[in-house]
């Protein structure tokens, strides 16, 4: 069969959801269509390129070798698409991970980007950790998100570039009734003996459990060992209110009911938040967002370190290689 002299962009779309999630029904779920629209679809494709793209049974699906040499043809003209339609003002929503709804830097970044940009369309996700949002960047499902960037894998950074926005300084939340809690600060020296939750067990999180353990190292401070992955605000609280550990968080962390939430102090740990995307990413609305990250760092002294700020040497020789 001749190749076709046109392939709906939508199409190739529809191909890459699936060769990624290898799962129809997550597939549409994740393009918000019906199951059988995208099964119509990838079977016109076939059609068209005279090929048989996945195997298929009853109780998986697979790339054929056919689909397998597609992939990259096929996530080259789609990136090639979006290039095009960015520099003629026509671009497709950018899509911007805040990690968790309620943080500070990450929304203030975003807010100030729509007020630079109001042509376009930022959309806001929430993937809950760098880890988690660098796989959905360097697939191509994500535009940028917010982090800890030397936390990150090296094989996920090869893929990403990032900007430094903010030291953010560490706070830790406690019950209502814990004894450090009447203090309006907390000396790190006074957590030795506490077992502290950061993240532990939640593989979209590694880059914040790795940052606590490094503060914690020599204090005499424990990491909590992991505790069962909750999705959503309830269940978080249900489940740190069981296990009553305090938690390692920055001094953004939205309000939770029955805790107290304290800065910490000598030293002054800080949480190093990059603004991080995909490699050869083009957008107009990217270029407005790292307008606002870097017009709030300089207004509000994000990038400014205290004297007695601590964070590990590898983060402050990566913020420090890109200012």
């Given at each position: 069969?001749?190749?076709?002299?046109?392939?709906?962009?939508?199409l190739l779309?529809?191909?890459?959801?699936?060769?990624?999630e290898l799962?129809?029904?997550?597939?549409?779920?994740?393009?918000?269509?019906?199951q059988?629209?995208?099964?119509?679809?990838?079977?016109?494709?076939?059609?068209?390129l005279?090929?048989?793209l996945f195997?298929r049974?009853?109780?998986?699906?697979?790339l054929?070798?056919?689909g397998?040499r597609l992939?990259?043809?096929?996530?080259r003209?789609?990136?090639?698409?979006?290039?095009l339609?960015a520099a003629?003002g026509?671009a497709?929503p950018?899509?911007?991970?805040?990690?968790?709804?309620?943080?500070?830097?990450?929304r203030t970044?975003?807010?100030?980007?729509?007020?630079?940009?109001?042509?376009?369309?930022?959309?806001a996700?929430y993937?809950?950790?760098l880890?988690?949002?660098a796989?959905?960047?360097?697939?191509g499902?994500?535009?940028?998100?917010?982090?800890?960037?030397?936390g990150?894998?090296?094989?996920l950074?090869a893929?990403?570039?990032?900007?430094?926005v903010?030291?953010e300084p560490?706070?830790?939340?406690?019950p209502?009734d814990?004894?450090?809690?009447?203090?309006?600060?907390?000396?790190?020296?006074?957590?030795?003996?506490?077992?502290?939750?950061a993240?532990a067990g939640n593989?979209r999180?590694?880059?914040w459990?790795?940052?606590?353990?490094?503060?914690f190292?020599?204090?005499?401070?424990?990491?909590?060992?992991?505790?069962?992955?909750?999705?959503?605000?309830?269940?978080?609280?249900r489940?740190?209110?069981?296990?009553?550990?305090p938690?390692?968080?920055?001094?953004?962390f939205p309000?939770?009911?029955s805790t107290?939430?304290?800065?910490l102090?000598?030293?002054?740990?800080?949480?190093?938040v990059?603004?991080?995307?995909?490699?050869?990413?083009?957008?107009p609305?990217?270029e407005?967002?790292r307008?606002a990250?870097?017009?709030?760092s300089?207004?509000?002294?994000?990038l400014?370190r205290?004297?007695?700020?601590w964070i590990?040497?590898?983060?402050?020789?990566?913020?420090?290689?890109?200012?």
């Amino acid at each position: 069969m001749p190749a076709p002299a046109h392939l709906d962009p939508r199409l190739l779309r529809g191909f890459l959801a699936v060769a990624e999630e290898l799962h129809f029904t997550r597939a549409a779920a994740r393009l918000y269509i019906a199951q059988q629209a995208l099964s119509r679809d990838v079977r016109r494709l076939e059609r068209e390129l005279g090929a048989e793209l996945f195997v298929r049974t009853t109780r998986q699906v697979t790339l054929s070798a056919d689909g397998e040499r597609l992939v990259p043809y096929a996530r080259r003209a789609l990136q090639a698409q979006d290039d095009l339609l960015a520099a003629f003002g026509q671009a497709r929503p950018l899509l911007v991970d805040l990690n968790s709804p309620g943080l500070v830097t990450g929304r203030t970044v975003l807010h100030r980007a729509r007020a630079l940009a109001p042509d376009q369309e930022l959309m806001a996700r929430y993937e809950s950790g760098l880890t988690g949002a660098a796989g959905e960047m360097v697939a191509g499902r994500l535009d940028v998100s917010f982090g800890r960037f030397a936390g990150l894998d090296p094989a996920l950074r090869a893929g990403l570039d990032h900007q430094p926005v903010r030291y953010e300084p560490m706070a830790i939340l406690l019950p209502e009734d814990h004894p450090l809690a009447e203090s309006p600060r907390v000396p790190l020296a006074a957590l030795a003996g506490e077992t502290v939750y950061a993240g532990a067990g939640n593989p979209r999180t590694p880059e914040w459990t790795d940052l606590g353990r490094r503060l914690f190292e020599g204090r005499g401070i424990a990491l909590a060992a992991p505790a069962p992955l909750a999705v959503g605000d309830e269940e978080f609280q249900r489940i740190m209110a069981k296990t009553r550990n305090p938690i390692l968080v920055v001094v953004g962390f939205p309000a939770m009911p029955s805790t107290v939430l304290r800065p910490l102090v000598d030293p002054v740990p800080l949480s190093p938040v990059s603004l991080v995307w995909r490699k050869g990413l083009v957008h107009p609305g990217f270029e407005a967002l790292r307008r606002a990250a870097a017009q709030l760092s300089a207004e509000e002294g994000w990038l400014r370190r205290p004297l007695d700020g601590w964070i590990p040497a590898i983060d402050s020789a990566t913020m420090r290689a890109h200012n």
